[in-house]
């Protein structure tokens, strides 16, 4: 026998010895949730309960949703993801004590960051005490008094939209409202963030605009870095694996070391995040007391900011649009409602304006309900916690997963929750739901901070388009949407366009 046939022979003997070993360790590893007493759906070999995700063939919010749904009798359920041991939470009372109540037990996200990744290094991912003091200092950003001095900011550029839609209506073209938005929230956050123009709609190809959408360019490494980081963080910490391109890193770096410098030089201030970060940074150098942040970690912040505020913002207004024009009912009135409020206020549309727009309130929670931009959430056992009223420990280390898409789609919690109905969060209707039955901003003190910044920036962009345009569907359109599986966020496979016509006269 030749030697490259014997070489073969001992590749072939040793995958399969190896395969051999790491099945027979998910089996032992499978059992894991059964020895505690603790009901799992059966799991298969490699992925675990997540095989349709890794696969590309459902998304992960979706097949959550649907474990959920066969399992809800269950306050708790034992998954794997891959090899990793995670517990559905699927009681909301539970779900309360998790993030609120007993919040020690569970104050970190838990996903994976590695060190040679600096951009990852924000908000979200930080952990303990630092966590502690950035959000601590992070908060007073999102005031009602500093949401009102960015209002005209935002106004601006919702002034912009407003002006590209009229152009795109005068063409008799069919509006891609997702594109759109995600320009408009480009453009705001450049500014509140950066203090910025980013003109995103004049140069659509502007540098900003360009590394906003890399941001979420979906490809197979992609997806892979980002599975890796919830299924596996220990992979991405200890290869050093970057979640984040250097291309995008690069640039942010370059961005705010170049903003910073002539802010410094020339003497010049801004009221934005960033000179929110700055003086933080001087402040904390002349005292010398806690943790003091570097460069990039504020351009880690300032790179969160644009990242979650521009997605989630333009997702959650885009998903409005869409069910605006399937219910033309639920159009109608809340435009009844802007023309109100606005006459009110002698035609212009102030900060105090849009907060007294009850039902514009309504149709985005109703929005944030049926599509949450993050349709899970995560949370990492920092010490062992006795479930109460069980006989369950769950162990220090133990992932936590809170299936969000699939309670805010739960028929027992929501009537009809395939139904676009947003009087669902009538002041009335609200003070029977239960606290936790819808959470699309998370709760407890790892609630997105930037929720009110959010709320603003759809609340406007929405305003300023009904104001003036109805919306309907296209005649080739889709009463059903699907959404891309290998997205870590709730994203449609497909376009959103909508027919726009100038509104009828009152």
């Given amino acids: ?35 505690k007493g603790v009901f799992s759906p059966k799991a298969s070999f490699p992925g675990g309960h997540i095989g349709k995700v890794i696969t590309g063939k459902e998304h992960i919010g979706v097949l959550l949703g649907s474990i959920y749904q066969e399992t809800k009798q269950h306050p708790f359920v034992g998954l794997y993801m891959l090899f990793s041991k995670t517990l559905m939470i699927n009681d909301l009372d539970l779900i309360k004590a998790i993030l609120v109540k007993d919040f020690q037990h569970f104050p970190d996200h838990g996903l994976g960051v590695s060190e040679s990744d600096p951009l990852s290094n924000h908000l979200i991912n930080m952990e303990g005490e630092v966590w502690k003091a950035i959000r601590m200092k992070l908060t007073p950003t999102f005031t009602s008094n500093k949401m009102k001095y960015m209002f005209n900011t935002i106004l601006k550029c919702s002034d912009v939209l407003e002006d590209y839609i009229e152009e795109q209506v005068k063409h008799g073209n069919d509006v891609d409202f997702r594109e759109n938005l995600a320009r408009y929230g480009t453009d705001v956050i450049g500014s509140c963030a950066f203090g910025i123009e980013t003109n995103s709609f004049k140069y659509p190809d502007a540098e900003f605009r360009k590394m906003g959408k890399k941001c979420f360019e979906i490809d197979f490494f992609k997806s892979f870095r980002d599975m890796m980081s919830i299924y596996a963080p220990w992979i991405i910490k200890n290869f050093k694996i970057r979640l984040i391109n250097k291309d995008i890193e ?14 410094e030089e020339n003497n010049i201030t801004r009221n934005d995040f960033l000179q929110l970060l700055i003086d933080m940074k001087k402040k ?7 943790h003091c942040m570097s460069l990039v970690e504020i351009t880690a912040q300032v790179f969160l900011f644009f990242v979650a505020g521009f997605e989630t ?11 605006l024009a399937k219910n033309k009912h639920v159009q109608d009135k809340l435009r009844e409602e802007i023309d109100r409020v606005t006459e009110k206020h002698n035609g212009k549309i102030t900060y105090e304006c849009i907060l007294e727009m009850e039902y514009l309130t309504q149709v985005i929670e109703e929005s944030l309900r049926m599509y949450p931009p993050v349709p899970f959430l995560f949370r990492l056992c920092a010490k062992d916690y006795k479930i109460p009223d069980s006989n369950v420990t769950i162990e220090k280390g133990t992932q936590i997963l809170l299936p969000t898409f699939g309670i805010h789609r739960d028929p027992d919690i929501h009537e009809d929750p395939e139904e676009f109905r947003p009087e669902r969060f009538s002041p009335e209707n609200k003070a029977s739901m239960h606290q936790f039955a819808s959470i699309p901003f998370g709760e407890g003190p790892r609630i997105c901070i930037g929720n009110r910044f959010g709320m603003m920036q759809s609340r406007l962009g929405i305003v300023k388009t009904l104001s003036k345009f109805e919306v309907s569907l296209p005649k080739v359109s889709t009463e059903t949407l699907k959404f891309e599986p290998k997205s870590f966020f709730l994203t449609p496979t497909q376009n959103d366009f909508l027919k726009v016509t100038r509104r009828r006269p009152k």
């Fill in 284 to 290: 904390d150098e002349l005292s010398g007391n806690g």
């Fill in 313 to 323: 913002s333009s997702a959650t207004s885009s998903y409005a649009m869409y069910e």
């Fill in 250 to 263: 690069d640039f942010f770096v370059k961005t705010i070391t170049e903003t910073v410098k002539y802010r």
């Fill in 1 to 35: 026998m030749s030697l490259s046939a014997n070489i073969f022979i001992d590749l072939v003997i040793f995958a399969t010895f190896a395969f051999t070993i790491l099945y027979l360790y998910a089996q032992y590893r499978y059992g894991y949730w059964k020895r």
